[in-house]
């Protein structure tokens, strides 16, 4: 049986440190008569010209860092010069068991994928060099009804992409993977064009390519030192001298967090232990016709593909059995530790093996060749971290990649486009480094790593929650006072409340493709918010303090609304060169040139570098803090949310002398605040921004007051039914990077006539010249016990046309709501549409937005004499 195969091995096949060729190559060559001297690099590749200035310097030859060369020369950028510390591939690449796959749950993730698959495909006829890619395709298996559910909640989200994606039934499942025990099979994900690549080959033809249009990749040259120029150019030391560099990237794999070091950033990664096991020659396997497509048992969490003509199988064990290279975080990667692997530890995986051999029985047959333990660098939340860092000029990162192979071809290209344009092609804020801060500890790391791998496979629910290394030090004022009243949701590392138990609820975490346990406890709380008065924790969102001589300049350049006057508030957009949606922000002018600026939690590093490198480009004179730590923020909103607020201030909160959309210091109970007459809800209400150390009391001082009034608390959950009601856009859904803010139906909010040449002002202006080819349209769903999320995919005459990008329930209708792009000519009133949900198209109908008035729109209507209704 595998199992005692596996104990009987030698100490050369169970993984132990290998100081020579690669062990899972040599496997694959020796297999084809090879000798694996033929693809040894050299001793020393050192280009025979060393420069000592370069546009861009790349510190890490693996796969990605290696494509990000090819790509930047291949796009026409000169003196591109790539650093590696030993020789190309060393670190993760090498081992990787090379796995190429179309599918991914990220929407724009979906892109990179298949970007790589695309050039991987025609990378050997255009560099000449081979890369060993097979393309059998890949089924994921589901063998529970919950499984099966998750794939058609996937496949709602394939439809408008270029990618073949199938779901299909046993029988076929069975004709594509004839060796499988079909007794649990319930349905298969299909992606035809999936399969896998010769990771060490891959990298050199991608560095074949990168030489060929002209950039240098010298090795080995340790990076020993990096220093910042106070013009924001680079100085990289080596032992072979100093580099001047205008930008510099660090791809150094699991060598990346030793680059942060040396700059002063701590970069949130860690190794992870990953082993896979190769089979000898299976005859089963080898009397296919065809090379079997890639399995994933997602249940027995591993992946199997055929290597010749025996099996790779790997597996990623649970949180509790995997193993992290902690002492690397620690002590830094031991000096020349390259295409070197750990000890295997067979126990860790049994569970797997005996899974495997149930799904695969000709497993229990196979003979053992080769296992491999090598190091792969996790993020908290597994994906990369890829782009510009904030607070340090011209640096870039590509790392954290537990996917590189499939990885790199996407990043590398996406990352060049961003280098060279100044702005991302498309949105990956998910990538974003800087959806990490200071909260960030090596403890934090750890515990995510360790969750993330081992919840490799589990279901992917929507509004998925995962709870390891939570709290962080990122909590409110009021975390203790509501932590056990409610369902909290993590928000680039604070805790903010998603929904509030009452007696009889059923309360906690319970994920679900449909309507689950906070369906109506949301309903009560928007009732809360429509009919009394609601208090919302809005402390996670970014809050930055802008002031300085300049400071009015600097902020006409970034925004596309005009900047507003002192003690008012706006909300506004920063948008790309090419007129993109970057982010958007509350702008309130708190005194002459001294500004507050407010954007989402997961938005705050991602908003503020962009600011800071508009003030360093243009010098202006400015003082930009990152306050988000200091201010405390509550929301009191509703009908009542006037007269509760009024009992505990002399100011007078009435619309005449306090109408929405102004910004004021004033006390509450002798609690010092700026209050912003503003509410995502879209009713009455004010944002109350405070010292962090002032929330509690003034929390308790606000319930206290509106006890009569019947006052309580709300959730994220029910602000999201709110703000769709209102049609309030969302950045991150409605608009991003993906869109422009004229499709988006933000053209209230964009001045193309004020005075200021604001970023993305002229491309806006050609946009609007030419006819747009899509539009955001509003929509009503007829839905059972699902509503939509986003990014669904919307069908027209049998035909997916669009996609939604964010949806929920409407508590005061009764009927699902959503948001959704479709082509110009199908975005009428009335357009009959369907939107597909878990399998099933849903009747849809283009509506007239919005679909519940905002208080300030229903307080005008009833001055004038109007209907307010609605």
Same mark, same amino acid.
């Given at each position: 049986?595998?199992?005692?195969?596996?104990?009987?091995?030698?100490?050369?096949?169970?993984?132990?440190?290998?100081?020579?060729?690669?062990?899972?190559?040599?496997?694959?060559?020796?297999?084809?008569?090879?000798?694996?001297?033929?693809?040894?690099?050299?001793?020393?590749?050192?280009?025979?010209?060393?420069?000592?200035?370069?546009?861009?310097?790349?510190?890490?030859?693996?796969?990605?860092?290696?494509?990000?060369?090819?790509? +930047?020369? =291949?796009?026409?950028?000169?003196?591109?010069? $790539?650093? /590696? !510390?030993? @020789?190309?591939?060393? #670190?993760?690449?090498?081992?990787?068991?090379?796995?190429?796959?179309?599918?991914?749950?990220?929407?724009? +993730?979906? =892109?990179?994928?298949?970007?790589?698959?695309? $050039?991987? /495909? !025609?990378? @050997?006829?255009?560099? #000449?060099?081979?890369?060993?890619?097979?393309?059998?395709?890949?089924?994921?298996?589901?063998?529970?009804?919950?499984?099966?559910?998750?794939?058609?909640?996937?496949?709602?989200?394939?439809?408008?992409?270029?990618?073949?994606?199938?779901?299909?039934?046993?029988?076929?499942?069975?004709?594509?993977?004839?060796?499988?025990?079909?007794?649990?099979?319930?349905?298969?994900?299909?992606?035809?064009?999936?399969?896998?690549?010769?990771?060490?080959?891959?990298?050199?033809?991608?560095?074949?390519?990168?030489?060929?249009?002209?950039?240098?990749?010298?090795?080995?040259?340790?990076?020993?030192?990096?220093?910042?120029?106070?013009?924001?150019?680079?100085?990289?030391?080596?032992?072979?001298?100093?580099?001047?560099?205008?930008?510099?990237?660090?791809?150094?794999?699991?060598?990346?967090?030793?680059?942060?070091?040396?700059?002063?950033?701590?970069?949130?990664?860690?190794?992870?232990?990953?082993?896979?096991?190769?089979?000898?020659?299976?005859?089963?396997?080898?009397?296919?016709?065809?090379?079997?497509?890639?399995?994933?048992?997602?249940?027995?969490?591993?992946?199997?593909?055929?290597?010749?003509?025996?099996?790779?199988?790997?597996?990623?064990?649970?949180?509790?059995?995997?193993?992290?290279?902690?002492?690397?975080?620690?002590?830094?990667?031991?000096?020349?530790?390259?295409?070197?692997?750990?000890?295997?530890?067979?126990?860790?995986?049994?569970?797997?093996?005996?899974?495997?051999?149930?799904?695969?029985?000709?497993?229990?047959?196979?003979?053992?060749?080769?296992?491999?333990?090598?190091?792969?660098?996790?993020?908290?939340?597994?994906?990369?971290?890829?782009?510009?860092?904030?607070?340090?000029?011209?640096?870039?990162?590509?790392?954290?990649?537990?996917?590189?192979?499939?990885?790199?071809?996407?990043?590398?290209?996406?990352?060049?486009?961003?280098?060279?344009?100044?702005?991302?092609?498309?949105?990956?804020?998910?990538?974003?480094?800087?959806?990490?801060?200071?909260?960030?500890?090596?403890?934090?790391?750890?515990?995510?790593?360790?969750?993330?791998?081992?919840?490799?496979?589990?279901?992917?629910?929507?509004?998925?929650?995962?709870?390891?290394?939570?709290?962080?030090?990122?909590?409110?004022?009021?975390?203790?006072?509501?932590?056990?009243?409610?369902?909290?949701?993590?928000?680039?590392?604070?805790?903010?409340?998603?929904?509030?138990?009452?007696?009889?609820?059923?309360?906690?975490?319970?994920?679900?493709?449909?309507?689950?346990?906070?369906?109506?406890?949301?309903?009560?709380?928007?009732?809360?918010?429509?009919?009394?008065?609601?208090?919302?924790?809005?402390?996670?969102?970014?809050?930055?303090?802008?002031?300085?001589?300049?400071?009015?300049?600097?902020?006409?350049?970034?925004?596309?609304?005009?900047?507003?006057?002192?003690?008012?508030?706006?909300?506004?957009?920063?948008?790309?060169?090419?007129?993109?949606?970057?982010?958007?922000?509350?702008?309130?002018?708190?005194?002459?040139?001294?500004?507050?600026?407010?954007?989402?939690?997961?938005?705050?590093?991602?908003?503020?570098?962009?600011?800071?490198?508009?003030?360093?480009?243009?010098?202006?004179?400015?003082?930009?803090?990152?306050?988000?730590?200091?201010?405390?923020?509550?929301?009191?909103?509703?009908?009542?949310?006037?007269?509760?607020?009024?009992?505990?201030?002399?100011?007078?909160?009435?619309?005449?002398?306090?109408?929405?959309?102004?910004?004021?210091?004033?006390?509450?109970?002798?609690?010092?605040?700026?209050?912003?007459?503003?509410?995502?809800?879209?009713?009455?209400?004010?944002?109350?921004?405070?010292?962090?150390?002032?929330?509690?009391?003034?929390?308790?001082?606000?319930?206290?007051?509106?006890?009569?009034?019947?006052?309580?608390?709300?959730?994220?959950?029910?602000?999201?039914?709110?703000?769709?009601?209102?049609?309030?856009?969302?950045?991150?859904?409605?608009?991003?990077?993906?869109?422009?803010?004229?499709?988006?139906?933000?053209?209230?909010?964009?001045?193309?006539?004020?005075?200021?040449?604001?970023?993305?002002?002229?491309?806006?202006?050609?946009?609007?010249?030419?006819?747009?080819?899509?539009?955001?349209?509003?929509?009503?769903?007829?839905?059972?016990?699902?509503?939509?999320?986003?990014?669904?995919?919307?069908?027209?005459?049998?035909?997916?046309?669009?996609?939604?990008?964010?949806?929920?329930?409407?508590?005061?209708?009764?009927?699902?709501?959503?948001?959704?792009?479709?082509?110009?000519?199908?975005?009428?009133?009335?357009?009959?549409?369907?939107?597909?949900?878990?399998?099933?198209?849903?009747?849809?109908?283009?509506?007239?937005?919005?679909?519940?008035?905002?208080?300030?729109?229903?307080?005008?209507?009833?001055?004038?004499?109007?209907?307010?209704?609605?």
């Amino acid at each position: 049986m595998l199992r005692e195969v596996l104990k009987l091995l030698p100490p050369k096949l169970r993984g132990e440190p290998a100081l020579s060729f690669p062990p899972a190559l040599a496997a694959r060559l020796f297999a084809s008569g090879s000798s694996p001297d033929r693809w040894k690099e050299k001793p020393t590749s050192l280009e025979a010209r060393w420069k000592d200035a370069a546009e861009t310097v790349i510190i890490g030859g693996g796969c990605v860092g290696v494509s990000l060369a090819y790509h +930047l020369a =291949k796009a026409g950028m000169k003196d591109v010069v $790539l650093l /590696e !510390k030993s @020789e190309l591939t060393a #670190g993760s690449t090498w081992h990787a068991a090379g796995l190429t796959t179309y599918f991914h749950p990220g929407i724009n +993730l979906k =892109k990179i994928h298949h970007y790589s698959i695309k $050039l991987y /495909e !025609k990378l @050997e006829e255009e560099t #000449g060099q081979a890369v060993g890619f097979h393309q059998p395709g890949s089924i994921r298996i589901a063998s529970t009804p919950t499984r099966v559910d998750e794939f058609k909640y996937q496949m709602s989200r394939a439809g408008w992409h270029p990618t073949e994606q199938y779901l299909i039934g046993p029988e076929r499942v069975q004709e594509l993977l004839p060796l499988l025990n079909m007794e649990k099979v319930l349905a298969g994900l299909y992606n035809p064009g999936d399969g896998h690549i010769d990771p060490y080959l891959l990298t050199m033809a991608l560095a074949a390519g990168a030489r060929k249009y002209g950039a240098q990749l010298n090795y080995p040259v340790e990076v020993t030192n990096l220093k910042c120029r106070s013009d924001g150019t680079w100085e990289v030391e080596t032992p072979h001298g100093t580099i001047q560099a205008n930008r510099v990237v660090n791809t150094a794999g699991f060598w990346a967090r030793e680059i942060g070091k040396m700059i002063g950033l701590q970069h949130p990664l860690i190794p992870v232990h990953h082993q896979y096991v190769i089979t000898a020659t299976v005859p089963e396997v080898k009397a296919l016709k065809r090379e079997m497509p890639v399995l994933r048992d997602l249940e027995g969490s591993y992946y199997l593909r055929q290597e010749r003509d025996g099996l790779l199988f790997g597996p990623y064990e649970n949180q509790e059995k995997m193993k992290l290279q902690e002492s690397w975080v620690e002590h830094g990667v031991p000096p020349g530790f390259g295409k070197e692997l750990f000890e295997s530890d067979l126990d860790r995986i049994m569970d797997h093996i005996e899974a495997a051999m149930e799904m695969v029985p000709v497993l229990k047959k196979a003979d053992i060749i080769n296992v491999v333990a090598g190091p792969i660098t996790y993020s908290p939340d597994i994906l990369p971290m890829v782009g510009p860092h904030q607070s340090v000029r011209n640096y870039w990162v590509a790392i954290g990649f537990g996917y590189g192979i499939i990885h790199a071809g996407g990043i590398g290209k996406y990352l060049s486009d961003w280098i060279l344009n100044g702005e991302p092609s498309f949105d990956l804020i998910e990538l974003d480094p800087n959806r990490y801060g200071k909260w960030t500890t090596t403890q934090f790391t750890a515990a995510k790593a360790r969750e993330s791998y081992g919840f490799n496979n589990i279901v992917g629910y929507p509004k998925e929650e995962r709870f390891a290394g939570r709290p962080t030090e990122r909590v409110s004022g009021i975390y203790e006072n509501l932590k056990s009243k409610c369902s909290m949701g993590f928000h680039a590392g604070w805790e903010q409340p998603h929904w509030f138990y009452k007696p009889g609820d059923d309360i906690g975490y319970k994920p679900s493709f449909r309507r689950t346990n906070w369906f109506e406890p949301v309903g009560r709380e928007y009732s809360q918010v429509m009919e009394k008065v609601g208090v919302i924790d809005l402390t996670p969102f970014g809050k930055f303090s802008i002031k300085g001589s300049d400071s009015v300049r600097l902020l006409d350049r970034l925004f596309a609304n005009v900047i507003p006057k002192v003690g008012f508030t706006n909300i506004s957009h920063m948008l790309t060169p090419r007129g993109r949606v970057y982010a958007e922000l509350t702008v309130s002018h708190l005194k002459q040139g001294e500004f507050l600026l407010v954007t989402g939690s997961g938005s705050e590093l991602h908003d503020l570098r962009w600011i800071e490198e508009e003030a360093a480009r243009g010098q202006y004179k400015t003082e930009i803090t990152n306050v988000t730590e200091e201010l405390g923020v509550l929301g009191v909103t509703g009908p009542y949310a006037r007269k509760v607020l009024q009992k505990l201030t002399t100011e007078d909160l009435s619309d005449a002398a306090f109408s929405f959309l102004q910004s004021r210091d004033l006390k509450i109970s002798d609690i010092p605040v700026t209050a912003v007459r503003i509410s995502y809800t879209g009713e009455l209400g004010w944002e109350l921004y405070h010292r962090q150390k002032d929330s509690a009391p003034l929390y308790s001082t606000i319930m206290e007051a509106g006890q009569e009034e019947g006052i309580d608390n709300f959730g994220t959950y029910a602000l999201n039914a709110l703000r769709l009601e209102k049609a309030f856009r969302a950045w991150g859904a409605e608009m991003n990077c993906d869109t422009n803010p004229l499709e988006a139906g933000l053209n209230y909010f964009i001045k193309l006539n004020k005075p200021a040449d604001f970023i993305g002002k002229q491309a806006l202006k050609q946009i609007k010249e030419e006819e747009l080819q899509r539009q955001l349209v509003y929509l009503t769903l007829e839905t059972d016990n699902v509503d939509p999320e986003g990014n669904e995919s919307v069908w027209y005459n049998n035909k997916v046309i669009g996609n939604t990008t964010s949806g929920s329930y409407s508590y005061s209708t009764q009927q699902s709501l959503a948001f959704a792009y479709v082509p110009v000519e199908l975005s009428r009133v009335g357009q009959k549409l369907e939107v597909e949900l878990l399998g099933k198209n849903y009747p849809a109908t283009v509506l007239q937005e919005p679909l519940v008035m905002t208080e300030p729109t229903r307080t005008r209507l009833q001055k004038k004499g109007g209907s307010a209704k609605g």
